[in-house]
């Protein structure tokens, strides 16, 4: 055993430092990877994982950098549903072993929490038991490879029915992992079921999950008012992981956001690619960060859509300094817009002009 692993070994996990302050946990690895090139929109699957492990590694190293107390295993859609629809399921387990290696590494050199990740299988169905059968069998083999890696605790996210959830948790207690459990939202707040948030938040609690929560979708303007009655709900930590998008009481999540000035999107839409005017600024994320933890959230971050400058910001809202904050802005020095004193006069009166 290495003395990075032996280490590693012995530093606190999930529950002890939700215990003594809030965790930041940052994903986004779907849109960030594709806004780089390695990874398509509409499928989104993470070959990326097996095609350019080093970019992801990179990811894993810059979330890290701005502030994320996580390292979460790039498994997000790697189950074999999504793997067979680009006829790659016989890969399954090379790319989720692989992917949680890759995060595992990244976590040892940092000190970081890791977490296996799965998700939503998009074939469940409440009034066909088959497809419960066929859901339970696609977590059971990642949540191994999950164990057998050494990961801190497992995500389950993105759930939009609540008994695919509830499968999702009780796959991952039988591995004796802790959990984190958060719900995806589209029109309403509440689950496919029809039932209400904080009762669904309730009975995942009973049902053993150590973190309860939201993720995706909605944006930190439309989540945050959700928050407080969560809290409220129940005795466990609180996550949530919104999109970095300006969602409104119209547009209540990122599927949904139209925008006025553009309509020639390839999907008809601006959801997936053509989000970038929506997209929410650091001090935004910054706002939500700091309301969403005074609301009583312990478990904080970001899904699709956020790049590590959000992070940081979160990080930063939450009286930090990663070492990503060496970089964060100070303007004093600008040419036209500073304040130090050997800045050339005439340029600093021509800043007034701009």
Known sequence: MT???????????????????????AEGYV??????GYLQAGAFVPEVVLAHPDRVTALHEEFVHAGSDVVQ?????????????????????????????????????????????????????????????LVRGMFEEQVEWAADTGVDFVVGETFRYLDEALIALDVIRSAALPAVITLNLHGVPETREGIGLPEAMQRLA????????????????????????LVNAVQVPVAALPVPYRTDAEHPHFQALVDPGYSDFPAGRPFPTGLDPFTCNRYEIADFTRQAHEAGVQYLGLCC????????????ALGRRPPASRYSEDMSRHVYFGSEPTLRRHNLEYGRRL
């Open 73 to 133: 295993a790039f498994t997000y859609y790697a189950h074999r549903e999504k793997l067979r629809m680009v006829g790659k399921d016989d890969q399954s387990e090379s790319l989720n072993r692989y992917a949680l290696e890759l995060a595992r590494k990244v976590a040892v050199d940092t000190g970081t929490l890791l977490a296996g990740d799965i998700c939503n299988t998009n074939v469940f169905d409440p009034a066909d038991s088959t497809t419960h059968a």
């Open 206 to 229: 009973d049902a053993g999950a150590d973190v309860v929560g939201l993720n995706c979708a909605w944006g930190p303007a439309t989540m945050l008012p959700l928050l407080e009655d």
């Open 31 to 36: 849109f960030e990877l594709e806004r780089r």
């Open 3 to 25: 003395l990075s692993s032996t280490l590693y070994d012995h530093r606190p996990g999930l529950l002890e430092r939700l215990a003594a302050g809030p965790v930041i946990c």
């Open 305 to 316: 859509g956020a790049a590590p400058h959000h992070v940081r910001s979160m990080a930063e």
